[in-house]
């Protein structure tokens, strides 16, 4: 079992929608968990840290994390084309762990 | 722009010659990492660094070889590349190697083993 599991998507929601992309991972000593957006050919890109149970909002993304259920979650509200990518989801204990991605695409 | 550049960018080599590729950065950070990207895989990594000439081994490191002779260059060799090298190459830093600092990766580098 991979440490830090994605749906590989793709995901597709009209614009405007809101965009839910989750990750569960396997070692219960992780401590914090991260969100990257990767866009096609590009490297990934940092757009959300989390550390603590609960919610953290920053703009139009809200990181939601659930230690005893060992799963964390990103929303996108009001969502763009631009936010078509694939999004990393990482964590950890002494190294992070990548899961493979999910894709998502934003339809006009 | 997290001040990190990667190079080369592209490369294209045949199987059994050496390649080297390097990743710099301005942010005089103790920690840098090698990883490799391929479909259904996600980021794997090979090699990282918590100072000069301090490295140690990540999940995939067979087949590569790291040093860190100054605190701003991290180089990645791959003694004799393999068609199973060819992939996307991320450099990234970090201030520290817990699980509470954040990553930033430089552009990559694609690299094509024939």
């Known amino acids: 079992q991979k440490e830090v599991e994605q749906n590989s998507g793709p995901l597709s929601v009209p614009e405007g929608a809101i965009a839910s992309l989750n990750c569960t991972y396997s070692?219960?000593?992780?401590?914090?968990f991260f969100w990257y957006r990767q866009y096609s050919g590009k490297s990934p890109e940092l757009i959300m840290s989390?550390?603590?149970?609960g919610d953290k909002e920053d703009g139009r993304f809200t990181a939601q994390l659930n230690k005893a259920s060992q799963y964390v979650s990103l929303l996108i509200r009001d969502s763009q084309p631009s936010d078509s990518a694939t999004y990393l989801c990482?964590?950890?204990?002494?190294?992070?762990?990548f899961g493979t991605g999910t894709q998502l695409k934003v339809e006009l | 722009d997290a001040g990190i550049t990667q190079s080369p960018r592209h490369k294209v080599t045949e199987t059994g010659t050496p390649v080297t590729l390097r990743c710099h950065q301005t942010?005089?950070?103790?920690?840098m990492y090698w990883y490799r990207q391929d479909p259904g895989h996600g980021l794997r990594l090979i090699h990282y660094?918590?100072?000069?000439?301090?490295?140690d081994k990540g999940e995939v490191s067979d087949g590569y070889s790291v040093s860190r002779s100054k605190t701003e260059d991290f180089l990645l060799t791959l003694e004799s590349a393999t068609s199973s090298q060819t992939s996307v190459y991320f450099c990234a830093i970090s201030e520290g190697t817990s699980s509470y600092n954040e990553q930033f990766f430089g552009p990559g580098t694609r690299l094509t083993v024939l």
């Open positions: 990482s964590g950890g204990g002494n190294k992070l762990t």
């Open positions: 070692d219960r000593v992780s401590q914090s």
């Open positions: 989390i550390y603590s149970n």
């Open positions: 660094s918590y100072g000069v000439k301090d490295t």
């Open positions: 942010e005089n950070h103790r920690y």
